[in-house]
């Protein structure tokens, strides 16, 4: 299993950014995927975006051109860069790692964008 902690999170204005931290108890290299979903209230828990093993990336269409998944594999890190925020962006921000099978997951962030 893996040990996730997320920050970054926080209240932003329309049009502004954010950038989310996850760090995991282990090597990035020994994880096969890790990501970042959302829960906004009232709705079901979404995927935001991916990064495998191999650096590949995959983004949800409704943040497509405006966010960006990263990683540092020194810092056992990924990163979600979210620029052009938009109200209905305010969620709680989950990172997830998929490790042998299983999937943990962190505590989650609040990432709040007032209009």
């Known amino acids: 299993q893996v040990h996730l902690v997320e920050s970054g999170g926080g209240l932003v204005q329309s049009g502004g950014s954010l950038r989310l931290a996850c760090v995991a108890s282990?090597?990035?290299?020994?994880?096969?995927?890790l990501g970042w979903y959302r829960q906004a209230p009232g709705k079901q828990r979404e995927l935001v975006a991916t990064?495998?093993?191999?650096?590949?990336?995959h983004y949800a269409d409704f943040v497509k051109g405006r966010f960006t998944i990263s990683r540092d594999i020194a810092k056992n890190a990924i990163f979600l860069q979210m620029n052009s925020l938009k109200p209905e962006d305010t969620a709680d921000y989950y990172c997830?790692?998929?490790?042998?099978?299983?999937?943990?997951w962190g505590q989650g962030t609040q990432v709040t964008v007032s209009s």
């Open positions: 997830t790692a998929d490790y042998d099978g299983l999937v943990s």
């Open positions: 282990r090597m990035l290299l020994s994880i096969h995927a």
């Open positions: 990064i495998n093993k191999g650096a590949s990336t």
